[in-house]
């Protein structure tokens, strides 16, 4: 394959958010500058990491800290307002975590049928899907409606409109960014993406995920394990991440139940497989559920502003 960007990589700004820095990340950068126009580097950790700076920097790769204000969220708005200033000619972004593997995306900003979604004003993203470094499994896409909602099959080769992508991998037309506007700080981490998903869509914007393309990527520390015939996956987060589990679904249930009664059926029960995970195997079950329940019951009474 050429060596030499098409236009969608030309005017793709990547950027990426670190926060633990666990491992050798000139890598991941090299390849980011080889695949997209631009790259900035939100280093998210309170305190900064030393040399990360100067590794940017050096590479000619942009840098910010973000001092995890508003956790995930907040790194998020403080990129999209350094690109207001220093992203003149960027079209799209693709978030990044540290984690996820970065190889795919110059092959996906170069299929044809990637090219046709960031330039269809009716779509917000495309993303790659997603597979689970620990259990091996693929993520699965939901299809949502006001009513009913349902799922694409793990394994699928073609593009498919869903409900739902993760930020990690996931590219968006600036437009749709501009219009769906910043992202909500309050939630921090969990469900970030879930509630801006949602603003995407109340404003007509569809989200793919094109299955010819495939990352590897982390979400917790899962587990596979089956529970009634069904392959399920644990999270593995400890009771402060259970906390906000709790606390942004139950809030997302609770704001969106109207408008998306699907969606909230479908909180309801994410909630439920999240406990279950937790009692069949993982440790610490008392204090994770007791986290995930507090969380739940503050979501209920958080303020809809959120």
């Given at each position: 394959?050429?060596?030499?960007?098409?236009?969608?990589?030309?005017?793709?700004?990547?950027?990426?958010?670190?926060?633990?820095?666990?491992?050798?990340?000139?890598?991941?950068?090299?390849?980011?500058?080889?695949?997209?126009g631009r790259v900035l580097v939100v280093?998210?950790?309170?305190?900064?990491?030393?040399?990360?700076?100067?590794?940017?920097?050096?590479?000619?790769?942009?840098?910010?800290?973000?001092?995890?204000?508003?956790?995930?969220?907040?790194?998020?708005?403080?990129?999209?307002?350094?690109?207001?200033?220093?992203?003149?000619?960027?079209?799209?972004?693709?978030?990044?975590?540290?984690?996820?593997?970065?190889?795919?995306?110059?092959?996906?900003?170069?299929?044809?049928?990637?090219?046709?979604?960031?330039?269809?004003?009716?779509?917000?993203?495309?993303?790659?899907?997603?597979?689970?470094?620990?259990?091996?499994?693929?993520?699965?896409?939901?299809?949502l409606g006001r009513w009913r909602l349902?799922?694409?099959?793990?394994?699928?080769?073609?593009?498919?409109?869903?409900?739902?992508?993760?930020?990690?991998?996931?590219?968006?037309?600036?437009?749709?960014?501009?219009?769906?506007?910043?992202?909500?700080?309050?939630?921090?981490?969990?469900?970030?993406?879930?509630?801006?998903?949602?603003?995407?869509?109340?404003?007509?914007?569809?989200?793919?995920?094109?299955?010819?393309?495939?990352?590897?990527?982390?979400?917790?520390?899962?587990?596979?394990?089956?529970?009634?015939?069904?392959?399920?996956?644990?999270?593995?987060?400890?009771?402060?991440?259970?906390?906000?589990?709790?606390?942004?679904?139950?809030?997302l249930a609770r704001s969106w139940l109207?408008?998306?009664?699907?969606?909230?059926?479908?909180?309801?029960?994410?909630?439920?497989?999240?406990?279950?995970?937790?009692?069949?195997?993982?440790?610490?079950?008392?204090?994770?559920?007791?986290?995930?329940?507090?969380?739940?019951?503050?979501?209920?009474?958080?303020?809809?502003?959120?």
């Open positions: 394959m050429s060596m030499t960007m098409n236009e969608p990589a030309v005017s793709t700004v990547a950027v990426l958010v670190v926060y633990r820095l666990a491992a050798d990340i000139e890598p991941t950068l090299v390849t980011l500058r080889a695949a997209v280093d998210n950790h309170e305190s900064g990491h030393a040399g990360l700076e100067a590794l940017a920097r050096g590479m000619g790769i942009g840098f910010l800290r973000a001092g995890n204000v508003g956790g995930l969220a907040g790194a998020y708005n403080r990129a999209l307002a350094w690109l207001k200033v220093h992203g003149a000619q960027m079209r799209h972004v693709v978030f990044l975590d540290e984690d996820s593997d970065v190889g795919v995306l110059r092959d996906l900003l170069a299929d044809a049928t990637s090219v046709r979604v960031l330039d269809d004003p009716r779509a917000a993203a495309i993303a790659p899907a997603y597979r689970d470094r620990a259990t091996g499994l693929r993520g699965r896409y939901i299809r349902s799922y694409n099959p793990r394994e699928f080769a073609d593009l498919r409109a869903v409900a739902f992508v993760i930020n990690s991998m996931s590219v968006w037309r600036l437009q749709a960014l501009q219009r769906i506007g910043p992202f909500n700080e309050r939630l921090a981490i969990d469900h970030v993406d879930t509630e801006y998903c949602l603003r995407a869509r109340r404003l007509g914007l569809a989200l793919y995920v094109h299955g010819s393309h495939e990352f590897a990527h982390s979400i917790g520390q899962r587990r596979r394990f089956r529970f009634l015939g069904r392959e399920m996956q644990a999270g593995g987060h400890g009771p402060e991440r259970r906390y906000l589990i709790g606390r942004n679904t139950s809030w109207w408008r998306e009664p699907a969606f909230a059926f479908l909180c309801a029960t994410r909630l439920a497989y999240e406990a279950v995970g937790i009692v069949v195997v993982e440790d610490r079950a008392l204090a994770k559920l007791g986290a995930l329940l507090r969380g739940a019951l503050t979501g209920l009474v958080m303020p809809r502003s959120a």
